[in-house]
């Protein structure tokens, strides 16, 4: 597609440099604003709001932040679908017309912008209302459920899913048809592949930038797995069917959809298939863990709403120095002191170590403001006289059994 590249176009002139920064520029600030559009559009209150975009931001350090501020289209459009997911999320549960219809707006300018971007964008986009109906689709928005039981929730969830891999698979554009042509001859085990599936969500792999040839320390990775099995956690901690099934829905398409492009292509986990390309279904997956349902809530306390911050913070620390130190000085010189041995950079009285530690404190401000916002602080949210009518209630039940028994 060239719709990004003729938009970005308009910020190219003979200084190339500057061009350059204009462009990382303007796309992160435009997939900023469609995170943020996305999030304002749900019909939760503010709190949820900020815990849902502290979820997304902390999910998407490193590899999607640095997407976000570069000149590659794939940024641009995982920032369009996970806006979409989240438009989705907000026509299906909002109650007045107006709200549902800018969402709906806003959902379809999502689609353009990621199929504008990338030749997987419509497909893609298809699969994360698939996720978003699967979440919030309820009874009083399916007349038929009632009598017919549980199927038309799963026909809702499932048949977008088939539909975008029909598509894919009998009409998809040349970009794609070349990958399958190129793909490898050689046999391929599906058991390898589907056993190798989460490398392509956690480990090096998926946090290694540039052009596949920066990566990053194992510490990076390590705590951007604790901060998803956190959000796990705090998911499956109440008993809340709805919210189990979603992310169940959400599990299978993870696996699901790399797997059967892994087979049209005939490679394995690691060729051909990147992690960039399936980022926009973890993030969902990763908004389904704190976003109220309908008929379900979540309870993310202040302090793990701070631990996810710190945690997502010092990620980003460590992968800026270490994206910063390959450029600048080349992995070859060890020292903490980006501005040693500087083999590159620009004649600004700002040095590389400065610059680095700005963006760290940027990234733990914007982080240590959205867990403050979006973290419950418990010692509020249940006064002692509403504990004591729980207390009485708890009892009051517990008797009813005993007698009934």
């Known amino acids: 597609p060239t719709g990004f590249y003729r938009v970005m176009g308009l910020l190219a002139s003979d200084d190339a440099p500057m061009s350059v920064v204009l ?3 303007a796309s992160f600030i435009a997939c900023a604003a469609m995170l943020i559009g996305g999030a304002l559009l749900l019909p939760v209150g503010g709190r949820a ?14 590899l999607g932040v640095y997407l976000f501020a570069s000149v590659n289209p794939s940024g641009v459009a ?17 109650r007045t017309w107006r709200r549902s219809l800018g969402a709906g707006l806003l959902g379809a300018l999502m ?25 919030a689709v309820s009874r009083r928005t399916l007349l038929v459920r009632d009598s017919v039981g549980r199927v038309p929730t799963v026909v809702w969830a499932g048949l977008p899913v088939l539909v975008a891999l029909f598509i894919a698979w009998f009409t998809r554009p040349s970009t794609v048809q070349d990958s ?5 001859s050689g046999d391929v085990s599906l058991t390898a592949n589907l056993l190798n599936i989460p490398g392509l969500y956690l480990g090096d792999f998926p946090t290694t930038l540039g052009w596949l040839d920066t990566h990053m320390p194992a510490g990076v990775w390590a705590l951007q797995a604790l901060v998803l099995g956190m959000l796990l956690a705090v998911a499956v901690t109440r008993r809340d069917p709805r919210r189990w099934w979603a992310l169940g829905v959400t599990a299978v398409v993870l696996l699901v959809i790399p797997l059967l492009w892994l087979s049209m292509m005939g490679a394995s986990v690691g060729e051909w298939v990147q992690p960039r390309y399936v980022l926009p279904l973890l993030l969902s997956g990763a908004v389904l863990t704190v976003v109220p ?13 701070v631990v996810i911050a710190v945690l997502a913070a010092v990620v980003n620390g460590v992968a800026l120095h270490a994206l910063m130190r390959r450029f600048i000085t080349g992995n070859d010189v060890g020292t903490p002191d980006l501005g040693q041995g500087v083999e590159w950079w620009w004649e600004w009285p700002v040095g590389p170590t400065l610059m680095w530690f700005g963006g760290t404190v940027a990234g733990l401000v914007v982080l240590g403001t ?21 207390r009485e209630v708890e009892i009051s039940t517990a008797d009813r059994s005993h007698q009934s028994r």
């Open 23 to 25: 462009m990382r520029m």
């Open 49 to 62: 709001r900020a815990r849902v975009l502290l979820v997304v931001t902390a999910v998407a350090i490193p």
């Open 78 to 94: 995982i920032a369009a679908e996970v806006a979409l997911f989240l438009a989705g999320l907000s026509a299906m549960m909002s």
């Open 111 to 135: 689609v353009l912008v990621a199929a504008s971007a990338r030749p997987d964008g419509v497909y893609l986009s298809v699969i994360v209302l698939a996720l978003a109906a699967a979440a």
């Open 180 to 184: 399958l042509a190129q793909g490898t």
């Open 293 to 305: 349902l309908p008929g379900s809530r979540v309870r993310l306390t202040r302090p793990q709403a």
């Open 370 to 390: 959205l867990s403050s916002l979006g973290g419950r602080d418990l010692s509020r949210r249940n006064p002692p006289s509403r504990r004591r009518a729980d």
